[in-house]
């Protein structure tokens, strides 16, 4: 039964060696050259794909992440605001207040290392919330409305998260999969209500249409400047002191610390007195609130109406921005407005040479070699591989 | 026919050396045989290196430097498949199975065999394994279905169906009932029968007489020597394991009117299998000396300070009382360290495992010091200022080296992140202080300032308990030493009075009345009397 084989004496050729820690700017260095690694690539594809220059494709991603076109030749402010409106730069800067919030919202979750993937479930029951009662109780005076509107909303959210964490503490069930599939019951929630609203009617369309109410706008009188009046800019601000406030939270707060130590060590956490239960539900509770209070900005000042694909997947991009920022809020607000950036860049690509056969599906490829590059270099920055040569030298 | 064999060499480790990091040498220069056809015991206390030994036979670690030779070759062991190939297996004490898989599933996973996978085929061979040697598994039992016991039959069975030769078992009886033990040791005799070489890790002395040919031993890395068992006793092989008392130079005041702190009656609890491993604890604690507790690993030691800490369940009528300085008496079973703080008892705790409890790994001095007072202040805020203090303080009277009082404790070396754990317990000036291998990873130094500074408190009137491994330092640090053995306090000794010896025996063997040699016996009586 024996089968001796002949074992070579000889040392693997080389070894993985996790780092102790490394310069913050050579970890930089490595970040910055892994984003130039992955626009070559993406050149490189495009070239053989469509025939497109590298100058070229370069000038097209960036005119569709950040273009102001017509916003420095207007005359006047008040032009110049309207053309900002249309440009491609404010199309990138609303999708990033929208992914961000809810990279904000799975911070203290995912410090906590509860994996909530339900982020989209979240956002979507709370607009759901937000919109029953916009379009039950729309009689209510303006202010009042959106104030309940908001409350519900937070408690949907609430909810929500607070479900898997529930059962992750009595019955320790896996809360990455039991927050994805709340993701599909809000779904079908959201898509109960919108044909139960819709009637015979063929789309649901904006609910209040004519009387506003529950509208973000519906606050401002006619009075006020444009600019003002922008619901996207008032979203954007709102967004920022969220981003602020957790930021601030998670770092100065007793409940920011417990956080901390509950995502370190249960054991740890026990031994220092801190309810893990207690602390999960709270977390949870928060991280589903903020995305509720996503839900209900866009029904109030976006959408101003509901489907089961109003999140549009940010809620799952959110994770990866969340874990790019290593869960710091401000980091975040640099990599929502990046990961919008390319999709939108790698988009202008598909709408200006779909002609020459490049999709929307090829856009998709852009951005999944950037993905790819930015996280795949992680690795080289927690380990370092060394080969049989500099693993002696290593040893002496 | 295994007499004939006992002296042909099966594998022989030449002048091996593997270290962990710069200061844990664990394995150093060890030269030994192991010949073919015997059951070699391998013993050594806590932390000899044994188990790293044997993994770098089963192809788990790689030698930094010596030679490993089996049948006669050399050989270069880089994976557990390079040591299936050479024929050995090794049965971890986790094992390593699927649990949602067959018996059969687990013994054929990972294995690159020619042709049409066909489990029917390895069940059957499967079976004829486990007639051949008298194992009661499966094939298609599923591995949730086991036992413990059956499980680690399952893990020999997987080594034999790859071909093993040579068998290494890790400390194969501590998850074993003692029955299940006797089992496990015809089976091991079975196979030796069958002129396999079987190797067991184990510090039990009663095991290592009852099965084992020979015996090796290894003392802090060092290869010590390998005895015939015929000729061992249970006293010469204490004296290899411990080897001779060496004179510490480690200072002990005499304890300054000692006054009752802590009670323990009757103290039980169960793991998470449902094993008992504390039965019927009593002793007491006084303020004002160090109250040493000595065990082999395993022996309950952890279970029994988290028990004192509020971090274990207990079982019913199990008593701990905290008498505090003023007079008060106040029982802490079934409280949370929260609670227990809450109720003004000053109960410090240097737990084992320091980054996974007593220490958050991913901050910094500072808040670590936060750690147990971050509730401080009416705020929603933490008052991290008092804390910064603290940290600027433990750091400068403890030497502490780290780049800054922000820098993660992980990445600080072990005996920095001990000093920063311990200046922030001792710090919270208790009435109690528990410490669980206060000095195990440092250096000699480091240790001494431990020493030190657990004698300062000594002095202050604290009741300090210390569990430690290295017998030297706790019988010169202690003032008494309580024995556990297997759960079961083998012995209170005063520690100015015993001998190494002695406290070893203990170690491994519980005194007559309670032996568990005892129970069959008892049980034949009942027999007898129905």
């Known amino acids: 039964m024996s089968k001796t084989k002949e074992v070579k004496a000889k040392e693997p050729l080389f070894h993985i060696v996790a780092r102790d820690v490394m310069h913050p700017g050579a970890s930089f260095g490595i970040r910055v050259a892994a984003f130039v690694v992955a626009l070559l690539l993406s050149a490189l594809f495009v070239w053989v794909t469509v025939k497109v220059d590298l100058i070229t494709f370069l000038k097209t991603m960036f005119r569709g992440a950040f273009g102001m076109d017509k916003v420095f030749e207007a005359e006047g402010f008040e032009n110049a605001w309207t053309a900002l409106l249309s440009s491609y730069m404010w199309a990138t800067l609303k999708a990033a207040a929208k992914l961000l919030i809810i990279a904000v919202a799975l911070g203290p979750a995912f410090k906590m290392r509860f994996w909530n993937v339900g982020a989209e479930g979240q956002v979507i029951i709370g607009a759901m919330a937000a919109a029953f009662v916009m379009y039950h109780y729309s009689t209510m005076p303006g202010p009042l409305l959106l104030l309940v509107m908001l409350v519900v909303s937070i408690l949907a959210g609430g909810i929500w998260g607070l479900i898997p964490a529930f059962f992750k503490t009595k019955l320790n069930t896996n809360e990455t999969l039991f927050t994805l599939m709340m993701n599909y019951i809000a779904m079908k929630i959201a898509d109960y209500f919108y044909n139960l609203w819709r009637g015979a009617k063929s789309a649901l369309g904006m609910i209040n249409q004519t009387s506003r109410a529950g509208w973000l706008r519906s606050l401002w009188s006619g009075k006020d400047a444009a600019w003002f009046r922008n619901e996207d800019l008032w979203f954007m601000i709102i967004v920022l002191v969220f981003t602020v406030l957790m930021f601030f939270y998670l770092k100065s707060t007793k409940q920011g610390y417990e956080i901390a130590v509950v995502g370190e060590s249960h054991n740890t956490a026990r031994y220092a007195g801190i309810s893990v239960t207690k602390v999960m539900l709270r977390t949870m509770a928060i991280s589903g609130a903020i995305c509720g209070i996503c839900g209900f900005l866009l029904v109030s000042s976006q959408s101003h109406t509901i489907n089961s694909a109003m999140a549009g997947g940010f809620g799952f991009t959110a994770i990866i921005v969340a874990w790019l920022s290593k869960f710091n809020s401000f980091t975040m607000i640099g990599t929502s407005v990046l990961i919008v950036a390319l999709q939108n860049g790698s988009m202008l690509m598909a709408n200006t040479y779909s002609d020459r056969g490049f999709s929307p599906s090829a856009a998709d490829v852009i951005v999944a070699i950037m993905l790819l590059m930015v996280i795949g270099c992680e690795f080289f920055i927690k380990y370092r591989v060394m080969f049989k040569h500099s693993a002696k030298e290593a040893k002496a | ?530």
């Open chain 2, 1 to 530: 026919m295994a007499e004939q064999n006992t002296q042909i060499t099966a594998i022989r480790i030449q002048n091996v050396t593997k270290s962990f990091g710069t200061k844990v040498v664990a394995n150093k220069d060890v030269t030994m045989d192991i010949y073919r056809g015997e059951i070699l015991s391998l013993l050594g206390e806590n932390g000899s290196g044994k188990t790293t030994l044997m993994n770098m036979l089963a192809g788990i670690y790689f030698p930094d430097s010596g030679e490993i030779f089996v049948n006669g070759k050399p050989v270069s062991i880089r994976s557990p498949y390079d040591a299936h190939a050479l024929g050995i297996g090794m049965i971890h004490q986790h094992f390593k199975l699927v649990d949602v898989f067959t018996a059969a599933e687990n013994v054929v996973l990972g294995l690159k065999e020619e042709g049409k996978f066909n489990l029917a085929a390895a069940g059957k061979r499967i079976k004829e394994i486990c007639d051949a040697y008298g194992f009661d598994i499966h094939p298609e039992q599923k591995v949730y279905d086991m036992t413990v016991s059956q499980k680690q039959t399952l893990e020999i069975v997987k080594a034999l169906y790859r071909g093993a030769e040579i068998l290494i078992l890790d400390e194969p009886t501590a998850v074993l009932t003692p029955q299940e033990a006797d089992k496990l040791f015809s089976v091991l005799r079975n196979m030796k029968a069958a002129g396999k070489t079987v190797i067991i890790i184990t510090h039990k002395l009663q095991e290592v007489l009852a099965i084992s040919d020979r015996v090796a031993i290894l003392r802090k890395g060092e290869f010590v020597g390998a005895v015939p068992t015929s000729e061992a006793t249970e006293l010469s092989l204490t004296e290899m394991m411990v080897g001779k008392k060496v004179e510490l130079n480690i200072e002990r005041p005499d304890p300054v009117d000692p006054t009752l702190r802590l009670q323990v009656r009757n103290l039980s609890c169960h793991n998470h299998e449902g094993l008992p491993v504390l039965q019927n604890v009593n002793f007491d604690i006084y303020g004002g000396e160090i109250f040493g507790i000595a065990g082999i690993s395993g022996c309950g030691q952890k279970e029994l300070l988290e028990a004192i800490a509020g971090l274990q369940r207990v079982d019913e009528n199990s008593e701990i009382i905290y008498d505090a300085p003023d007079g008060k008496r106040e029982s802490l079973i079934g409280k949370s360290p929260k609670k227990i703080k809450e109720m003004g008892v000053s109960l410090s705790f240097v737990p084992e495992d320091r980054l996974g409890m007593g220490l958050v790994g991913s901050m910094g001095m500072v808040g670590n010091m936060l750690l147990k007072d971050y509730r401080r202040g009416h705020t929603p805020l933490t008052e991290t200022k008092p804390s910064k203090e603290l940290a600027e303080e433990v750091r400068e009277e403890l030497e502490v080296v780290t780049p800054s009082l922000n820098t993660p404790v992980r990445r600080l070396s072990g005996g920095n992140v001990q000093k920063v754990l311990v200046g922030r317990e001792i710090a919270a000036a208790p009435a109690v202080l528990l410490t669980a291998y206060a000095v195990r990873g440092l250096d000699i130094n480091t240790s001494y300032t431990i020493y030190h500074l657990l004698n300062e408190q000594k002095k202050k009137g604290v009741a300090v308990v210390y569990v430690g491994e290295d017998l030297d330092v706790l019988l010169a640090l202690s003032d008494k030493i309580l024995v556990l053995c297997g759960g079961k306090v083998s012995g209170l000794v005063d520690a100015r009075t015993t001998t190494k010896e002695e406290i070893g025996y203990l170690m491994t063997n519980l005194p007559e009345e309670v032996h568990t040699d005892a129970k069959p016996e008892e049980a034949a009586k009942e027999d007898g009397q129905q």
